[in-house]
């Protein structure tokens, strides 16, 4: 059983187009994350969702939408996207209020050609 | 503005030989924690240090905690091929919201 599972693994798209990543927790989290890396392995926090509830919203450019339907679910829609955009954004959960770790998918590799 | 970072951010080292990765912070927290990312893989959980002065061991590594200083150590005994990867650390900010931010990252290479 995977806890937190992202879809697509890999999108190679063209500049200009828009895709969404879909991620799904199975730990009964009450919290998860966006995040970025890039190539140089940097990661950078994009986005927070507490009981489908907005909490963390970093300097992310406006053509980044996360969606949370429910607690257990966090999707990342992306329009317009950009040779910069290239990345693996990770998803993780975490139960926030026992200051538990987080706990990461395995990640979307996007190409941006 | 809010820094997190390594020391040193790559380290080659011999099996059987002990090292130290060193996490220094800007800003006060009262948690961290540290990752291990093999190349193409996601990020698994080593080490949750929760208040200064934590110590946590498993197996080859041990990381400790230092709220004073903003320093984190992650002591690694007798290196073997297997702890190759890539070692995050990541202290937490925004109280109830968690928000980890992550260091550099140090490339640690183990050759036998």
């Known amino acids: 059983d995977t806890a937190v599972s992202q879809t697509p693994k890999y999108l190679v798209t063209q500049m200009g187009n828009d895709k969404s990543i879909k991620c799904e927790q199975n730990l009964g989290h009450d919290t998860m994350y966006w995040y970025k890396q890039d190539s140089k392995k940097f990661l950078k926090i994009m986005f927070s969702?507490?009981?489908?509830?907005?909490?963390i919203n970093e300097t992310v450019p406006n053509r980044f939408s996360p969606k949370s339907p429910d607690k257990a679910h966090l999707n990342l829609h992306i329009n317009s996207l950009e040779l910069g955009d290239s990345a693996v954004y990770f998803c993780?959960?975490?139960?926030?209020?026992?200051?538990?770790?987080?706990?990461f998918g395995e990640g979307s590799r996007l190409t941006v050609l | 503005e809010l820094k997190v970072e390594q020391n040193p951010l790559f380290l080659s080292m011999q099996e059987g030989k002990n090292y130290t990765i060193y996490c220094n912070y800007s800003?006060?927290?009262?948690?961290l924690y540290w990752y291990r990312q093999d190349p193409g893989k996601s990020l698994e959980s080593l080490f949750v240090?929760?208040?200064?002065?934590a110590v946590k061991q498993e197996g080859r590594l041990m990381a400790s905690l230092d709220t004073k200083a903003r320093l984190s150590t992650l002591h690694i005994t007798a290196a073997v091929h297997d702890l190759s990867a890539t070692y995050f650390c990541a202290p937490s900010y925004g109280g109830a919201t968690n928000k980890l931010i992550f260091g550099t990252g140090t490339l640690l290479a183990v050759q036998p």
């Open positions: 969702y507490n009981n489908k509830e907005l909490i």
């Open positions: 800003t006060t927290s009262d948690r």
């Open positions: 993780a959960s975490s139960q926030v209020m026992t200051a538990g770790e987080l706990f």
């Open positions: 240090l929760l208040s200064n002065g």
